[in-house]
């Protein structure tokens, strides 16, 4: 059997508890005195309706302390229809956008949102995807950015190498989020993210069985190939720290994403990749690298299940969430509700012989850096 690249060692999972394992580990890794489980914590610190003066948002804070320092976390919370609630809710991650960028033809500003959702996508999830959502966003970028404390991760750097454990400011206001929802009654958990937020929802798909489907956007790409545009939570680091990359790879990562919490393969990830993107991550000429890494994913999977991993390339030039993304994704939706989940044939994906027609024509390319 193919083993995927680990940062720290070959690891092969082919045994239920050995993914239970491992997925233990890597959350040991994060939170370290939390025995393997992950936070309960369900009760946000504040929760203020009618968050100004929108009917639909719900605006949740979250504090997320430890010895040395402690930070507020924000989520906005939009339902579809105010005083109901849908069956799924979407967890949207904006990683590490500071604010709506309107100069991004695809962003499509909506100038009364545009302050808790950048990408303009809050009516296409509850139309077209017919869910609640909550708004995430990075540590200390957007409405996280705290007075005294600088908008930039190298923040954590010293605090990490003083045995902190730094990651669970990352990771922990997702799993309270998802808590919380639970708590609500909300059904299913659908995580999509862009950028940091792929990164961080390629993590939380991993690590929380409760997310039944995923969707990372420009987030990361296996180790196999070369990186230069990272930053601080997504990169190796020296083997004797607590780090969850000394537990897992990027690859393993991905496969955790199918496996539930009885290490069987019922869940799904459709990683969403930018064939020109100018920042990270880009697809152009690796499309047979992305296609032998997928296929070592699966591989590694358990034979039986429903569960897919799979990887689709948009033709897009900006690390933004364009309109081929959202067909994508929708698609993808479509056939896990269909249950007929294959992924090889999705529209605007170009990574795959079979797919679909595009309704959005490619825009010219731009030069990709990493």
């Keep these: ?17 050995d993914w239970l394992s491992l997925r233990k580990r890597t959350i040991l890794s994060v939170w370290p005195d939390g025995g393997g489980a992950l936070p309960s914590d369900a009760v946000p610190a504040s929760v203020t309706p009618n968050y100004r003066d929108f009917a639909d948002v719900t605006q949740l804070v979250w504090n997320i302390s430890c010895s040395k320092f402690s930070l507020n976390s924000t989520v906005y919370h939009s339902a579809r229809t105010v005083g109901e609630r849908t069956d799924d809710i979407i967890i949207h991650h904006h990683g590490h956008a500071k604010a709506c960028d309107k100069t991004l033809p695809e962003s499509r500003c909506d100038s009364n949102r545009s302050w808790y959702d950048f990408y303009n996508v809050t009516d296409y999830y509850h139309r077209e995807l017919g869910a609640d959502v909550a708004f995430h966003y990075m540590p200390l970028f957007g409405p996280n950015e705290q007075q005294g404390f600088p908008v930039s991760h190298t923040f954590f750097e010293p605090y990490q190498q003083a045995g902190v454990a730094t990651l669970r400011f990352f990771l922990e206001p997702v799993i309270r989020t998802i808590n919380w929802a639970k708590a609500k009654g909300y059904k299913r958990v659908i995580m999509i ?37 990272w930053d601080f939570e997504q990169q190796p680091r020296e083997a004797n720290e607590t780090w969850y990359m000394n537990e897992v790879s990027y690859t393993m990562l991905y496969a955790l994403a199918t496996i539930d919490d009885h290490g069987a393969r019922t869940r799904s990830s459709v990683q969403v990749l930018h064939e020109n993107d100018p920042c990270c991550f880009f697809g152009a ?15 590694e999977l358990p034979t039986a299940g429903e569960g897919v991993f799979s990887t689709a390339i ?57």
């Design 1 to 17: 059997m193919l083993s995927l690249v680990l940062a720290a060692a070959a690891f092969s999972a082919s045994a239920s508890n």
């Design 193 to 229: 993210g862009k950028s940091g937020g792929g990164w961080t929802t390629t993590l939380i798909a991993a690590l929380d069985a409760r997310v039944a489907l995923s969707f990372p956007i420009a987030g990361s790409i296996s180790l196999n190939f070369f990186h230069i545009s």
């Design 285 to 299: 000429h690796r499309h047979a690298g992305i296609l032998s890494y997928n296929e070592a994913v699966m591989a």
């Design 314 to 370: 948009s033709d897009w030039n900006q690390h933004a969430v364009c309109q081929m993304d959202r067909v994508i994704i929708a698609t993808a939706k479509q056939q896990i509700d269909a249950k007929a989940q294959a992924f090889d044939a999705l529209p605007c994906d170009i990574l795959r012989a079979a797919a679909l027609p595009c309704p959005y024509a490619p825009p010219r390319a731009n030069a990709s850096s990493a």
